[in-house]
């Protein structure tokens, strides 16, 4: 499950950063260039990964799969929440005739994909720090 989420997590960021490259070119429309070529592959596959990210969290979630004790669990639902409101602005854009790099700028400015961002960076480093941990632990055991 975390090697599917970091690949998840990876796509989404690609396309982040391909967003802001875009966003600095002043496209009126994506028809007519490379890049404005590339925009809706970009937006496809992050709009693919966002949604088995809400999927993989809801699966995290799942009550069978809880301890008692899961902190997790909570921020699974943001999360998820998150991924589905970053979801909606993405599909937004994707369904425009055109698609400009002002569009996109302020699909950059949206505060559901940077939260959706911020919180892939922090599950990103909470598995890092774990999985230093494990081992540290198994080293000295």
């Given at each position: 499950m975390l090697a599917e989420l970091s690949d998840h997590c990876e796509t989404i960021e690609e396309c982040y950063e391909f967003m802001l490259a875009y966003a600095a070119q002043g496209l009126p429309s994506d028809k007519g260039s490379q890049s404005g070529g590339q925009i809706r592959d970009y937006l496809g596959r992050a709009v693919r990964a966002i949604s088995s990210v809400a999927e993989i969290c809801r699966t995290a979630s799942e009550p069978e799969r809880r301890k008692p004790d899961d902190r997790g669990q909570a921020f699974f639902a943001v999360l998820e929440r998150d991924a589905k409101d970053s979801l909606a602005a993405l599909e937004l854009v994707q369904a425009q005739?055109?698609?400009?790099?002002?569009?996109?700028?302020?699909?950059?400015?949206?505060?559901?994909?940077?939260?959706?961002?911020?919180?892939l960076f922090l599950l990103s480093e909470v598995v890092k720090t774990q999985r230093t941990q494990a081992k540290s632990a198994d080293f000295h055991d």
């Open positions: 005739p055109a698609i400009s790099s002002q569009l996109i700028d302020n699909l950059n400015a949206s505060i559901h994909l940077r939260a959706l961002l911020t919180d």
